[in-house]
């Protein structure tokens, strides 16, 4: 099995810098488009509406540039612009904006993705919602929420039930019709409560206490990957619905502790994909 590159704390800490900076360049380019009168393109992924605009376009574009003229070896993976391949093991996962509907909407429920996979899995992620102004980073052993200047560290709630659970889903739209849907909605309704709409935001909410278990399908790696060290170093457990690494996407489960974790996997288990 190949070996991950060994990097240094100083070595983490001046990528995971790297990466906020990078949210910063796209937030220069996303909140001046943000509740405009934006032009909305269809892409017509999956022949559902797939929205985009120049925002999603052009923060993209200018994460690239950054991290071409900083890092010119590593290889990148954006929803916009495709892969490109590096000569180092390392990849960054670009989302500019998840959540275009959100962001079309007017509603700041979307955010800025940005992840470092090392050739085995993501080791640093970054959400930024800029719009509010919250930029959440994690890397192993360690998350953070930066709000106003102020530092604070991320840890998932003690929720060790489904019946005590506050569930977040994007879209029902997400599940594929049969067993995939039928098996969401009857976990769906052991939990306490159920929210929906939240894109990468729910997985920040459940790294900060206030959510307990998400439960998606249909994701793509850039949908993922720079949550899984969020909600990881916050002290959850993400996999998909067979309990294995979820960094490819696909169907997803995210927990605030790995006794809830069991209980929703062996209430997804049947819908897994094989």
């Not at 892409?43 to 003229?69: C, F, H, M, N, W």
């Not at 080791?123 to 919250?134: A, H, K, R, T």
């Not at 309704?189 to 990468?200: I, K, M, N, T």
């Not at 909600?231 to 690494?245: K, Y």
């Amino acid at each position: 099995m190949a070996s991950a590159p060994e990097l240094s704390t100083t070595d983490i800490a001046e990528l995971a810098g790297f990466a906020a900076r990078l949210a910063t360049a796209a937030a220069a380019i996303t909140c001046k488009h943000f509740r405009s009168n934006i032009s909305v393109d269809d892409k017509q992924s999956r022949g559902v509406y797939d929205p985009v605009t120049i925002a999603d376009k052009d923060a993209e574009t200018e994460i690239r540039r950054l991290i071409k003229e900083t890092y010119p070896t590593h290889g990148i993976l954006g929803e916009e612009h495709g892969h490109e391949p590096g000569t180092s093991p390392f990849t960054w996962v670009l989302d500019p904006i998840d959540g275009t509907r959100s962001f079309i909407s007017g509603v700041p429920l979307w955010g800025t993705l940005i992840g470092l996979n090392n050739g085995l899995r993501p080791i640093i992620g970054v959400m930024d919602q800029p719009y509010i102004g919250e930029l959440f980073i994690g890397w192993p052993g360690h998350a953070e929420l930066i709000f106003k200047g102020e530092s604070q560290k991320l840890q998932t709630s003690g929720c060790t039930k489904l019946e005590d659970a506050i569930l977040g889903c994007t879209d029902l739209g997400i599940f594929s019709p049969g067993a995939e849907l039928e098996t969401f909605q009857a976990l769906q309704q052991e939990v306490r409560l159920w929210r929906f709409g939240g894109d990468c935001y729910f997985y920040t909410l459940l790294a900060l206490g206030k959510m307990d278990l998400i439960v998606e399908s249909g994701l793509e790696p850039y949908d993922i990957q720079a949550l899984i060290p969020i909600v990881e170093g916050a002290g959850g457990v993400i996999t998909n619905w067979s309990g294995a690494d979820a960094h490819e996407g696909g169907q997803v489960v995210a927990a605030a502790t790995p006794q809830l974790h069991a209980q929703a996997l062996a209430k997804l288990k049947g819908a897994a994909a094989l």
